[in-house]
């Protein structure tokens, strides 16, 4: 059992309290912080939280508590973590780690340092499609992974401080394109190395000095690419959706506007549907059970999980600091308009990989382009001749 205190009691805080406390889970949130006493005691109550704190410092050092996590917005990551890590406890941050990837090389350092736990909190990447997907994959059902696309856009974030720049580190690829990203990678396979990012963004409707819409493609050193695109500007809700394209296979995931329920209500029940449905009547798609799907019940599992056997979890603090450094390349590639390089000081993949080029022969002198099976039944293939390129058909 796990005795945590949260640091931040707002969206992500109550959707990780929520999945502590859900199914008589055993671990426990022992202690709230929020920097407004009044708000403290209010999530407390209402969640059956025994002790809460305006008092950050205090709320860390509470000595009954053995976990921190941090649900605090993305300024605030960083000192946080340091002090979670300074009191030996476990720790637990939420995307994205850094506001950058100096910023996150720090909390890797000072986790490391202190020689305690630490766990990145990527939903995403443990929503029960995804943990299905990643087991086909792993299985070989697509072949080797070509192409990876994965997007996240909604009409734009809840509080103030995620529209400014300074506080969050960007705008939507910072806030989205992270959990795009770190997706990627783990279909792609996270020991290949990512090399490069040429991404476009722009600031489309929102009056701010971030990007609130941003397409990019991070090349790996396989030859593999992962296509992220994120918006604050997207109407109709929350677009989910991730994309496997293999030598030998396909998956498509879409986790949020077709949930599997379709609900059609001319008067609407309680107003809300699901996180950042923009209606509550007509046709709308509600979720069964929002922290199971949205990752975050088989996400603290694998945390605590981990932490008893002893072992790293899933998405670690290094995890977080890789996904900030593509983060950063996206941000010097759309100021740019050129390829930028991804800056990893610190690598600890595979320094050398096969690429992902899938070669077939055909005969001794032919490689197999392509086959199909027509309409009058029979096999069409193209080929090319390995001597002088020339590109024929031939038909079994
Ligand atoms: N899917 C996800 O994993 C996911 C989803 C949403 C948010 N997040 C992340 O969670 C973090 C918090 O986001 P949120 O949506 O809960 O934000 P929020 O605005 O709903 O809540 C932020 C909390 O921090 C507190 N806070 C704000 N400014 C503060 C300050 N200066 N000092 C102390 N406390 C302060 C607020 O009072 C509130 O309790 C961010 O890093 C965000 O990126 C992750």
């Given at each position: 059992m796990r005795r945590i205190t949260l640091l931040g009691t707002g969206l992500i805080g109550m959707f990780y309290t929520m999945a502590l406390h859900g199914r008589r889970g055993r671990d426990r949130v022992g202690v709230a912080?929020?920097?407004?006493?009044?708000?403290?005691?209010?999530f407390a109550a209402e969640w059956g939280i025994p002790r809460f704190s305006a008092n950050m410092e205090e709320a860390i050092g509470d000595p009954n508590t053995d976990t921190v996590i941090v649900a605090l917005p993305n300024h605030l990551h960083e000192a946080a973590v340091i002090a979670a890590?300074?009191?030996?406890?476990?720790?637990?941050?939420?995307?994205?780690?850094?506001?950058n990837a100096a910023e996150a090389q720090r909390m890797l350092a000072a986790v490391e340092r202190a020689g305690v736990f630490h766990g990145y909190l990527e939903d995403l990447c443990y929503t029960p499609k995804t943990l299905h997907a990643l087991e086909s994959v792993r299985g070989g059902a697509v072949g080797k992974v070509l192409w990876v696309r994965s997007r996240e856009t909604h009409s734009g974030p809840h509080s103030d401080?995620?529209?400014?720049?300074?506080?969050?580190?960007?705008?939507?690829?910072?806030?989205?394109?992270?959990?795009?990203?770190?997706?990627?990678?783990?279909?792609?396979?996270?020991?290949?190395?990512?090399?490069?990012?040429?991404?476009?963004?722009?600031?489309?409707?929102?009056?701010?000095?971030?990007?609130?819409?941003?397409v990019g493609l991070v090349k790996y050193e396989n030859g593999a690419v992962g296509q992220f695109e994120v918006s604050w500007a997207f109407r109709g809700g929350m677009d989910l959706r991730d994309e496997v394209a293999g030598t030998d296979g396909t998956i498509w995931l879409n986790h949020w506007l077709r949930t599997g329920i379709e609900m059609f209500t001319a008067v609407g029940q309680s107003g809300y549907v699901a996180e950042k449905a923009e209606s509550a009547t007509g046709w709308l798609f509600p979720v069964g059970d929002e922290p199971g799907a949205l990752g975050y019940v088989d996400m603290f599992a694998d945390m605590f999980d981990a932490i008893e056997d002893r072992r790293a979890p899933r998405e670690t603090f290094y995890d977080g600091y890789v996904v900030n450094a593509i983060v950063d390349a996206a941000y010097a590639s759309m100021a740019s308009r050129?390829?930028?390089?991804?800056?990893?000081?610190?690598?600890?993949?595979?320094?050398?990989?096969?690429?992902?080029?899938a070669i077939r022969d055909y005969d001794a002198e032919h490689i197999l382009?392509?086959?199909?099976?027509?309409?009058?039944?029979?096999?069409?293939?193209?080929?090319?001749?390995?001597?002088?390129?020339?590109?024929?058909?031939?038909?079994?």
């Open positions: 912080y929020s920097r407004s006493a009044d708000r403290a005691k209010e890590a300074e009191a030996g406890k476990s720790v637990l941050c939420t995307k994205p780690l850094g506001r401080w995620f529209w400014n720049k300074e506080l969050s580190g960007g705008g939507a690829i910072i806030d989205l394109g992270c959990h795009c990203v770190e997706i990627a990678r783990s279909f792609i396979g996270k020991e290949i190395r990512p090399i490069e990012v040429m991404c476009w963004g722009d600031t489309q409707v929102h009056p701010i000095d971030a990007e609130d819409s941003a050129q390829w930028a390089p991804v800056e990893l000081p610190i690598w600890r993949g595979a320094t050398a990989a096969t690429n992902v080029a382009i392509k086959e199909e099976r027509m309409m009058d039944g029979s096999l069409k293939l193209i080929v090319r001749n390995k001597r002088t390129g020339e590109i024929g058909e031939r038909r079994a």
